[in-house]
Structures are given as C-alpha cells and as structure tokens.
C-alpha cells in the first residue's frame, strides 16, 4: 500500500521549498546580490504588476551581538543573506515566498485572504491509513529531488565570491536536515581552524522561533509535494515515557534484529542515507556537507549514557519549566539560569531551571535517548523521529505563549549571541523570516494542537 502511495504521489509531484532558489542560485544573480525572481502569475518580479510584492534591498538589524563569536566578516551566514544577496523579494499584505507567489502561514486562496487553522494531532490518535499516509510522505519527500530549491557546495568565498556558483540539488526531505546542518555547523577559519561555539538555531533565544518556522516551512513543503493541503505535522506526546514509544516498526522502525545500532529491515527508514553526520571531515577539508549519503540512520534508544540523561523527562518537569516567567535571562546562551528557553531546550534542570551543561534536559534529553543520529546536533533531522519531537517541544513552547502572553519586546532585541537578537533574519531561509515574526501564539501562524484547543 505504501508503495502504490509513493508511486501516485509521484504523479503528482509540484515543487518544493528549502534554502537557495534554484532560480537564484547563478553567477549573475550571486555577483548582482539580487534574488527577485519574476512571479509565474504575472511574470513580474515578485510579481509587482500584481501588487504582491517589489524588489528591495534588504534592511539589516544593527542590534549589538553578544561576546559569544569575536569575529566579523569571516563566517557567510553573518548578517544573513547578505553574503550571498542585498536584495530580495519584500512581499505585501498576506503574500510571502522567494518570488511572493505564495501565501503566508495561516492564510489560503487566491488571493490570499481566507484565514484558516489547521490541527496537529497525536500520532497514536491517527487511524491507520492516516498514519501510513504521513509514512509515505516521509518515504517521497525523501526521494523527491526539489524543484524550486538547491545548496550550497561551498562558501562564498570558494566560488570566488560569485563568479564560480556551487549548488548542487538535493530531495525534498534531505534539504531540510542540510538546512538545519547549515545553521549549526562551525565556522571554518581557513587552515585546519574553526570556531566551534556558534550555532544560528541552537543554544540562544531563537532556539524556538528558528525550529517553528523550520516546522512550518517543513509542513508546507509536504503539503506542496504531496498536493495534500490539509498534512499537519503530528506530534509524539513523550512525557512520561518509559521508551521510545515509536520506535516501532508500525511507526518510525523498530530495531535491527541483529545490530541493535540499524533500523529493523521492515522498516521503510531502514533503507534511508543520512547526510551531513562528518562534520569532523568537513572542517579537516575546510568544506561544506555536499548532501552526499553517508551510511544509514543509526538509532539505539535507552541505550544512551545514563548519567547525562537516566530518564525521558515527565509530566512533572514539564509544568516546572511551563511555570517560569523569563522567556530569557542572563547571557542568553547555554549558561542562563530562570530562563524558560534555556530550560526547555535541556541546557537548565527543569525542577531548579539552573543551567547545567554536563546533564541534558527536556528537548535535548530526547535527542540523546535516542542514541545515533539524533544525537548529533547537526546532522539530528535525519532521523525522521526528529520532526514528532520538534512538534511537540513547539506545542510546550505553545503553551508557555498563552500562559503568560508576553508583548513581542519580551523577544530580546538586542546582545543576543549572533543570529539571536529579534531583527535578525533566520539562517539559512530564504524567503527571509526575522526571529520575532514567529514570537506568537501557533493560530496566528495558522495551526494549533489538538490536546490545547478549547473543550
């Protein structure tokens, strides 16, 4: 069944989103530093004969970082994009996209004006041909290679400085695990140097924002590429757990009979290439991840070091982190103590919400369970078991937000590690998104969760 779904969704095949528009992705576009691409509707850029957007230059946050990276100039996601663009598509109204032929989250039709809130639900409360439905989604979107979309190869500055453009295309799905490989890998300083205490989507106030608008642009993407308007991401509810209750041959793959480290061969997963794992390789090469397979998703849930992580967190640790009023504190990084972002992400024990960095917590206490890919920063969305976590850390995220409703000034503005402050566009996304803009409640992005709505 599931491959006669994967051979129909094929049929039906429309493109998809993800970092650099493929349209973009030339010497003229890279040594002009425009990415305007004309609107199909009306063949304008940014379809400007239809009111839907113009070509601008981009206006960026002049905000003081914080100390945390001391250098300027060396790292292309600096300032982001303007190492690669100084003008993009400024979309009007309720359009959005690279060429604003799309509309934003929570709005559909032609034009853009009919509002609209989807429902993410518990995976085990999906019947079964729901659930074998969101598996061969998965299974296409990883074979799919995207239309609209591909990566980067190499720096800016190795394609000397736009006159020798590397791209290369990439799947529907694995342009996702590059994008969230892109925005957490190291700096490479030139040599057998880099800067390891960076990350744009890790470890800062735009923990949270960054992975709901990665969700968001995750969830339109299948919708896209499966011609299915309604797919809502679902969420995995792990509080509580005794095990990985996915894990599982019914859902995400169950263990490899005889190498506990694989996937079970009964499982679609079982036969999926991970990308972006070598990062040690890439900084000894002084490279990016080329999006090249790299050997099979590796997962040993329970198996992990007990004394990082003994438990998956509960109920419990859960309301303590929800009861915290700072949205962040402190140095806004790993070290922020009362800070609840700090404590949701797993750096601050839930029950004192004091930084520790030797334990892993809440969000992070998940990806080290798990024991194989997900436990690598960079390379984690390549076990798909990391979009029904991220889902369900957003709905807390959501709960934290109609709790204690702060103004979009509680979203720190200023001093914020690089990447962080509020006016900062998100790494590495194009359309461009600021942090604050995904500082609100899921409705007005257009989703909720169907254990928070209204009796």
């Not at 329970?302 to 402190?330: F, H, I, M, W």
């Amino acid at each position: 069944m599931l491959l006669f779904a994967l051979g129909f969704l094929l049929s039906i095949l429309q493109p998809s989103t993800g970092q650099f528009p493929r349209v973009c992705a030339n010497m003229q576009s890279l040594l002009s530093k425009e990415c305007c691409p004309p609107w199909d509707g009306d063949g304008s850029p940014c379809g400007e004969l239809s009111s839907r957007g113009s070509c601008q230059n981009i206006l960026l946050s002049q905000a003081p970082l914080g100390p945390q990276f001391p250098f300027s100039g060396v790292d292309d996601r600096e300032d982001w994009p303007s190492a690669f663009y100084n003008r993009t598509c400024r979309c009007e109204g309720n359009f959005m996209g690279f060429d604003c032929g799309e509309c934003k989250f929570g709005f559909s039709g032609l034009n853009c004006t009919e509002r609209q809130v989807r429902t993410r639900r518990n995976i085990f409360q999906l019947t079964t041909s729901e659930k074998n439905k969101f598996l061969a989604y998965l299974n296409l979107a990883k074979n799919v290679r995207s239309q609209e979309y591909v990566i980067a190869t190499g720096t800016y500055s190795q394609m000397n400085n736009g006159s020798n453009p590397m791209f290369s295309n990439i799947s529907v799905y694995d342009i996702f695990v590059w994008m969230h490989y892109y925005a957490s890998r190291d700096t490479l300083l030139g040599g057998s140097n880099v800067w390891r205490d960076i990350d744009f989507a890790h470890g800062a106030p735009g923990f949270l924002p960054w992975h709901r608008a990665f969700l968001l642009m995750w969830e339109r993407q299948i919708q896209k590429v499966t011609g299915d308007e309604n797919f809502t991401i679902p969420y995995w509810d792990w509080r509580d757990a005794e095990d990985c209750e996915v894990c599982n041959d019914e859902y995400m793959g169950g263990r490899h009979p005889t190498n506990p480290s694989l996937l079970s061969p009964a499982s679609i997963f079982s036969s999926w290439q991970v990308i972006c794992t070598q990062s040690e390789e890439y900084n000894r090469q002084q490279t990016l991840c080329s999006a090249t397979g790299e050997g099979p998703i590796r997962r040993n849930p329970g198996n992990n070091d007990k004394s990082r992580t003994p438990r998956l967190p509960s109920s419990a640790d859960v309301e303590s982190c929800l009861s915290l009023t700072q949205y962040e504190s402190g140095s806004m990084d790993r070290m922020a103590n009362y800070s609840f972002r700090n404590t949701l992400e797993g750096f601050a024990n839930p029950q004192t919400a004091i930084s520790n960095i030797s334990q892993s917590n809440m969000h992070n206490a998940l990806h080290v369970y798990m024991n194989g890919s997900m436990s690598q920063v960079q390379g984690s969305a390549n076990d798909p078991i990391f979009v029904l976590h991220h889902s369900f850390v957003d709905s807390i995220f959501e709960r934290w937000l109609r709790r204690h409703r702060p103004m979009l000034e509680v979203y720190p503005a200023a001093n914020a590690p690089i990447g962080h402050n509020r006016e900062n566009y998100m790494v590495p996304f194009i359309p461009l998104y600021r942090n604050g803009e995904f500082f609100k409640p899921s409705r007005d992005l257009g989703y909720d969760y169907a254990y928070l709505q209204e009796p």
